[in-house]
């Protein structure tokens, strides 16, 4: 009884110190929020936890909640992950000022320093998260050239045609050997999971891209779905922790370190961690295999011009980057930090394509008018051409399949947000900036809000159409945003967009397809929306 009472006391004793200062912590987060000098509307958040608790209500899918939430609040609304605080945008006007193209100007950096970066031992010496205008500029000078310059283009082009040569013997073993004889008992057909096989072609050309490497995802898939060889390899392992990876990095960014850190939610974060470290000790073995190998390499000429040799030997002896001056950033980077960059590379080049194509495929097999016009215009284009020897200038004019590509990414956005950081205040039309504010441009409710289009919900690729020679397409282009806009647009546009009319054209040529899902778009990832 005795031992009772003073258990009693002691629980007495330590609650309600903690019950006050919880008390106090929830007073001064709501005095502080509700006499914030520049107040936008917005759901009420929670200490701690933010808006946090409504994103997990609507299953993760934070495009929809984000939608929702700007149909309540309107163009601009505030949204608390954790204790930060982000305006959301779905007005063109702020777009435009925020996707500035001017050098230094007040929207350059994506996001600042943040515990949850720092926690990941991410510095910010990749493209994405860079802070630094020297440095960012550096990196996106290789790239461009490793990836945006004409001949990178056109070896892109040829590493699709050679990936589609696989694809297509994996396809027709497959039909071979499962597929089902049609009504005319002339054509077979097969029932195939699209999107691992989109992914992995566009995960061989930037990996190849990138770091000259070839790592076999095609083969080692098809081996594994018909049961000949069913190990994934570990170049197949790398790209699946590679998206949780990303998954890792948005999660750190959302979620505050006292709930990532809880007992029994940290299992999720565990996860997430160890994916990311397994992810960068196979990147960082890349590149200590590739120092070796250029070492080892007397002649600097006969060095592949791939993004990770440039990388390495920028401003050394075997310098291949050659017209790409390093002059601005003297400082190199660490072999982690350059593993870092190529994976930033793989993570943008591979799930964004791949989750667009599957959405190109989706839309056009769910109307016949959409899929005739596509045939029509590829048997314009090639004719009976039975070499099938596609150039640039075939693809530029693919006017129709380029519509169809900008209004799928217009409804379907693969990303749900672009951020920019407003280093001081600013006033936009009516809006007032406050400083040191996260922008999130809100990119669904942009694209399908009806200032901006005429009816938005309604899936139209002619909209993006010139009316006649004279007339451009006409729209509001800061309205339309998913490859972001300004100084950190993404690089990699106009290789998704020749490789994704260069897939189509392929595709469309060889095979008929049919949309057997009923509701295959489906959100399983923080900010990427993936198609299934
Ligand atoms: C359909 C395909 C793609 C879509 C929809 C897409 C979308 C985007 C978006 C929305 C951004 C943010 C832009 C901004 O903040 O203004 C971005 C950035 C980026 N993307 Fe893409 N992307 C695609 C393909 C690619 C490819 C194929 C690559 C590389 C080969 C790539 C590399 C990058 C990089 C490096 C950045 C960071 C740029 C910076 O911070 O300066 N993307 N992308």
């Given at each position: 009884m005795m031992f009772f009472k003073e258990f009693k006391q002691i629980i007495l004793d330590l609650l309600i110190p903690i019950i006050l200062i919880l008390s106090l912590y929830v007073l001064k987060f709501y005095y502080d929020y509700f006499t914030r000098s520049i107040s936008y509307p917005g759901p009420l958040p929670l200490p701690i936890l933010g808006n946090l608790h409504q994103y997990f209500y609507y299953r993760n899918d934070l495009q929809v909640w984000l939608h929702h939430l700007s149909l309540k609040y309107g163009d601009v609304f505030e949204l608390y992950f954790g204790s930060s605080r982000y305006l959301m945008i779905s007005d063109s006007r702020i777009v435009e000022r925020i996707m500035s193209?001017?050098?230094?100007?007040?929207?350059?950096?994506?996001?600042?320093?943040?515990d949850g970066l720092d926690d990941l031992k991410?510095?910010?010496?990749?493209?994405?998260?860079?802070?630094d205008f020297n440095s960012w500029s550096c990196i996106k000078k290789i790239f461009m050239r490793a990836v945006a310059a004409p001949n990178a283009l056109r070896f892109g082009m040829n590493l699709i045609n050679i990936g589609f040569q696989d694809l297509e013997k994996f396809w027709n073993s497959l039909i071979e050997e499962q597929g089902q004889f049609l009504c005319d008992e002339q054509e077979k057909s097969i029932e195939i999971d699209f999107i691992p096989w989109a992914r992995r072609i566009f995960a061989e050309t930037i990996m190849l891209i990138t770091t000259?490497?070839?790592?076999?995802l095609l083969s080692t898939y098809y081996e594994r779905i018909t049961n000949k060889n069913p190990q994934k390899n570990l170049d197949e392992e790398f790209f699946d922790r590679l998206s949780i990876a990303s998954d890792c990095v948005q999660y750190y960014l959302m979620v505050p370190p006292f709930i990532r850190n809880f007992p029994i939610l940290n299992i999720y974060k565990n996860y997430l961690y160890e994916n990311m470290t397994w992810t960068r000790n196979y990147t960082c073995n890349l590149v200590k295999e590739r120092l070796e190998e250029i070492k080892s390499n007397?002649?600097?000429?006969?060095?592949?011009?791939d993004m990770l040799s440039m990388l390495l030997t920028a401003?050394?002896?075997?310098?291949?980057?050659?017209?790409?001056?390093?002059d601005n950033n003297e400082k190199s980077m660490t072999h982690e930090e350059i593993g870092d960059n190529i994976a930033e590379i793989l993570i943008e080049g591979v799930d964004s394509p791949s989750n667009t194509l599957s959405f190109v495929l989706y839309y056009i097999g769910n109307d016949p008018d959409i899929e005739q016009r596509v045939l029509n215009e590829i048997d314009k284009i090639f004719?009976?051409?039975?070499?099938?020897?596609?150039t640039y200038e075939d693809l530029s004019k693919l006017e129709y399949i380029e519509a169809v590509i900008k209004e799928v990414l217009r409804v379907r956005?693969?990303?749900a947000t672009i951020t920019r950081f407003a280093a001081h205040s600013d006033q936009i039309d009516e809006y007032v900036i406050p400083p040191s504010t996260h922008l999130s441009v809100n990119i669904l409710s942009l694209h399908v809000h009806p200032n901006y289009w005429e009816e938005p919900m309604k899936f139209d690729p002619?909209?993006?159409?010139?009316?006649?020679?004279?007339?451009?397409e006409v729209y509001d282009?800061?309205?339309?945003v998913y490859f972001g806009?300004?100084?950190?647009?993404?690089?990699g546009k106009q290789f998704a967009m020749t490789l994704l009319k260069m897939m189509i054209v392929l595709l469309y040529s060889k095979y008929k397809f049919e949309v057997i899902?009923?509701?295959?778009l489906a959100q399983n990832s923080i900010n990427t929306q993936y198609c299934y």
């Open positions: 193209s001017v050098k230094d100007n007040n929207y350059f950096v994506r996001i600042t320093t943040r991410k510095g910010h010496s990749g493209i994405l998260f860079n802070v000259n490497r070839h790592p076999h007397d002649d600097k000429e006969k060095l592949s011009t401003n050394k002896s075997k310098d291949i980057t050659r017209d790409t001056p390093n004719g009976h051409r039975s070499d099938f020897n596609i956005p693969v990303t002619t909209r993006f159409l010139a009316r006649s020679d004279n007339e451009k282009k800061n309205a339309l806009g300004g100084l950190r647009m993404c690089p899902t009923k509701d295959p």
